[in-house]
């Protein structure tokens, strides 16, 4: 149950007192601390109010933000801060700190931010040190994690330190540098910057956000909420190189904006370099940054940043990105007899983790997760992946028409949790790039949204026992389909009482290029209230690219997104639904096309390798310098980042860590003569097992053969066969055994396995003689030729591998487990003894003939498909790099500094220059 305005006022209180105290959390300390507040402050608080209030703090530190790592080059850096935190006034800070309190941000959070934000301000340089330098740093975060409260965070004590000037590249769009300002304004300036006239003084207006705890903060603007830096642009009693106060500009990702700010700067400074310290923060530093040109003509935005940055003989660069392969592929021995050295994050590299409750695509891409709809076939048959921006549009989909549904009931729920009290609320239609399409998209939702609406007013607000109509009765099968058994409290008939007040303030809002201008417009011409009075009214917006990268959608809670990118860079930046979701995640709704579903999935897996390598690098205190990055090439044809991003990135074959990993066969061959090969192949393994002793059942129940032989495995790998493609279980030219065979005495454990049954829930079908299981269904097979391709690239089920173990290592592993955590396919691999062959037999339903699609393939279960999966034992490191052989399987695409490392070569690339910044 919500709070109600006094109880959060007492948890302000509260939280203030803990964090000023630096006190832990302890229940009976807490509960007395907040009896005495409420007897002298609170005297309207029942016990029970109190208790609340008690409670939720209670659960609050159960978030934690875990410390990230940091990978550094100490040659370019030595510590300072902690000999001078003791001299130095951190108004700013404790301003911002009880700014985030304010906002009922948990106290371990905000402790923990505090210290992470330490690291990254002594990062960047000390401010007082008269010696030159120009440092380049990286912070790579999440989408959607709170990058922007973390640097401005670290703008807030960067200034407490002594940095004076203040450059933020907020986005390559107006919408975004606007809402980064107004950001800014509330959480580093102190005011309102859309109320700045030409002649009015900043000094003259009203208090906001940080400054409301400190009306001593100000600062001076160059840019406002209105406004982006243009050479004519003027400030009254404004002259920032002589000023005690910090300048603080906000400007555009385009050459031109960044160009004015050089040249005003060098204005000032008679042409000559400045000597006060610049901190210079990149958002979304992988778009529009690194050079997709050449070294002697580098692309316009990156040479424009270059330039600015030299500027001042002691500049501080921090890009700031949550896609960060772009960076990594940046030639790190570049450089330019004008322009200095490139933008390699070459000083440092600072990994951000993100609180316990953050939803990431670590979390929403790790298995089945029950928030993902593949229903939208009905969708890309009306608007087809590939499409010209006249494509005819008449009707919505019903998936769509579903989704739109989903969002009003959710909306009512969170509005009957919340006691009536609203909080933004949004929904996501992204189908289409073109903007014509997205116009069209947005009136049929609103027809569609006025017919809802309708339907509340003519139905829902009579006697319940009146039957409903057939559009009322589709509006309740979304319910019982969605939430209709999500609390015992939550009914349909707790909630439709609700939707009268959604149906009052709904709104549909086109957000793309074409109507910038006029959203903008609008939003000046209202109060301050009206404006908080729109951000609180349930919103769905339609749009296409625009909303697919820094722009964040408020109480994002259902998203419709059929879309195909592909790079993967693109991909996960239009994640918008990542992020905090208190008290409504379980409401949370996306829809995606399957393909979609799985390039997510793959991007999960490659962004963790490379946090892995960058904890790695710090483990062996290496330096983005000296320590090569590469990252994982897709089977397919899913590409990492655009070519021209990675001119400087080179394809080569890499060696297989099989230890701790696990492998499927995801491309089969459809060849009858193969199919009926890998069966008798099954067929010999599992007799000549099964004559030597019965199977014992794992966890799930799975006929399971402990400590096989080495050898019937290697035997098995000598017949069975998968499709050319397939990188590991495919046979290279010339080859009598796949790719993967050689690998398989390496295992640790090895001489000894573990062979798996895995038993389905479809038809039953004979492996060997006397041996019959329950075949896997897999609908999502899909030919290409003679190439089967399994759905998502994935054999195994999310629960196979638990499902695997023996009972007491899956009861071993639960509890290890902490509250609502779920066991991962790494924590499954650390339990295992052995290696492990998971064998499976797939089989297909024959496809309705009214959804029919031509790549679907029917598997009967007299002709079923083997598959194989092979789990490896995890091991150290050190002994596990100490193992492999480098055999060239695994096909990555590195940086220069890999190849400095391995080959002393280093290729500069095409000359490429795709990014407008006009």
Known sequence: MALTDRQLSLKRSLKQQLIEGNATVDFLVLSDLAQRFAEFLFKDLTRDDVDEVVAEITQEEEVVLAGGGTVYDPHTFKKWLEDRRDCVRHDRWNAYRQLLISRDWAKSVIDDLAAQ??????????????????????????????????????????????????????????????????????????????????????????SIGVAEFDHSIRANVLTTVDGDFSKGKTRAGLNWIQDALPTVLVIKKNAKVIQNVTTYIKQQTNGGRLDMPLVLIDDEADWGTPNTGSDTDPTRVNAAIRRLLDTSRRSSYLGITATPFANIFIDHAAENEDLGQDLFPADYIRVMSSPSNYQGIGRYFAGEHPAIRQDVTDCIDLLPIKHKKTHPVDDLPGSLEAAVMTFYLGTALRLLRNQGRYGP??????????????????????????????????????????PLSAFGGRLRAVWDEEYGDIRPNETWETVTPWL???????????????????????????????????????????????????????????????????????????????????????????????????????????????????????????????????????????????????????LTSGDVLIHGNKFESYYLDASPEIRQQNRAALSDLIGTLSRTAAPSNSAAGYPTWRNAPLSLIEDFFTKFRADSRDPFFGFAPRQTVPQIAPYLSEAEGGESWDVVLVTGGATEVTVAPGVQVKSSLRNSLTVDGTTIEVGNRRVATASNLVGALTRERRQDLLASLGTDEKPTEQRVLQRLN?????????????????????????????????????????????????????????????????????????????????????
Not at 166 to 174: D, E, L, Y
Not at 886 to 904: E, I, L, P, S
Request: aromatic residues 8%; proline residues 4%.
């Open 117 to 206: 934000t330490d690291e990254v301000v002594e990062l960047l340089g000390d401010p007082t040190d008269q010696k030159d330098m120009a440092r380049r740093g990286l912070l790579l975060g999440e989408v959607q994690s709170g990058k922007t409260a973390t640097y401005i965070g670290i703008l807030n004590k960067a200034i407490d330190y002594g940095y004076r000037l203040i450059i933020v590249i907020g986005g390559h769009t107006n919408d975004l540098r606007r809402q980064t300002q107004v950001r800014m304004d509330s959480d580093l300036i102190g005011y309102d910057t859309s109320r700045i006239g030409e002649n009015i003084s900043a000094s003259a207006l009203d």
């Open 425 to 466: 609320t949004s929904m996501l239609v992204n189908v289409s790039r073109f903007n014509d399409i997205q116009e069209k998209f947005s009136e049929l939702i609103e027809l569609f949204v006025m017919s809802l609406n309708g339907l509340v007013a003519a139905e829902l607000s009579r006697d319940f026992d009146a």
């Open 500 to 650: 009268k007040a959604i149906a009052d303030t709904i709104r549909v809002e086109l957000v793309n290029s074409r109507t910038a201008t006029a959203r903008a417009r609008r939003r000046r011409e209202m109060t301050p209230q009206q404006r908080s009075l729109e951000d609180d009214r349930p919103t769905i917006f339609v749009g296409g690219d625009v909303l697919a990268r820094g722009l964040t959608l408020d109480g994002l809670q259902v998203s419709y997104f059929v879309r195909e990118p592909r790079t993967m860079d693109t991909l996960m930046q239009m994640g918008r639904w990542f992020g905090y979701r208190p008290g409504y995640d379980d409401l949370v709704r996306i829809w995606m096309p399957e393909a979609t579903e799985a390039d997510f999935t793959w991007s999960a897996e490659v962004t963790r390798e490379l946090r892995d390598l960058l904890v790695e690098m710090r483990a062996k205190e290496l330096t983005p310098r000296d320590f090569g990055l590469r990252v994982r090439a897709h089977p397919g044809g899913f590409e990492i980042v655009a070519a021209n991003k990675r001119q400087s990135a080179e």
């Open 834 to 918: 052995h290696p492990m062959i998971l064998l499976y037999m797939l089989t297909s339903e024959k496809p309705d003939g009214s959804n029919f699609e031509t790549s679907r393939l029917f598997v009967p279960a007299n002709d079923p498909i083997v598959a194989v999966v092979l789990a490896f034992p995890a091991i150290d490191v050190a002994e596990a790099a100490a193992r492999i052989n480098a055999r060239r399987v695994q096909k990555f695409w590195v940086n220069t500094v890999w190849w400095a490392n391995m080959r002393g070569y280093v290729n500069d690339g095409d000359d490429i220059d795709a990014v407008d910044d006009e």
